[in-house]
């Protein structure tokens, strides 16, 4: 069963990691390294990205009938889908096992302190979406 594992921040976090010292971000990437390797050889990762900050985003929606853009960020969302891992593994409890392990993600400053990671299965078929 693939599971989806979503990280999220906020614009004001993005803001933060740019005035960290070089030491403290290279801290937070070889972690993030070292947890994507950790994946690939245990052969349970598909896909994995991070996303530029939220400042750089671009929201469509219907209204009236017709696709409106807006540029981001948005005042009224507080924390947005900063990266994410597709993994591959026997079970919910072994996705949410994995994602579990971002908590020991260093962060100057605590910016990491609340942060969460959302756990989804994938539905890889029209059929798993039916009652």
Not at 9 to 33: C, H, L, R, V
């Amino acid at each position: 069963m693939k599971y989806i594992i979503l990280t999220y921040g906020s614009q004001a976090d993005y803001a933060t990691m740019a005035g960290w010292a070089p030491e403290d971000f290279a801290a937070m990437g070889e972690f993030m390294q070292s947890f994507t390797n950790d994946l690939v050889e245990s052969g349970e990762l598909v896909e994995t990205r991070g996303l530029d900050e939220p400042v750089h985003t671009r929201r469509v929606q219907v209204q009236a009938g017709a696709p409106v853009v807006t540029d981001g960020p948005y005042a009224e969302t507080q924390e947005v889908i900063a990266g994410f891992w597709v993994v591959e593994c026997e079970s919910f409890d072994r996705a949410t096992e994995i994602a579990a392990r971002l908590a020991g993600c260093p962060s100057p400053g605590g910016v990491f302190a609340d942060s969460f990671a959302d756990v989804r299965p994938l539905v890889e078929h029209k059929e798993d979406l039916l009652p």
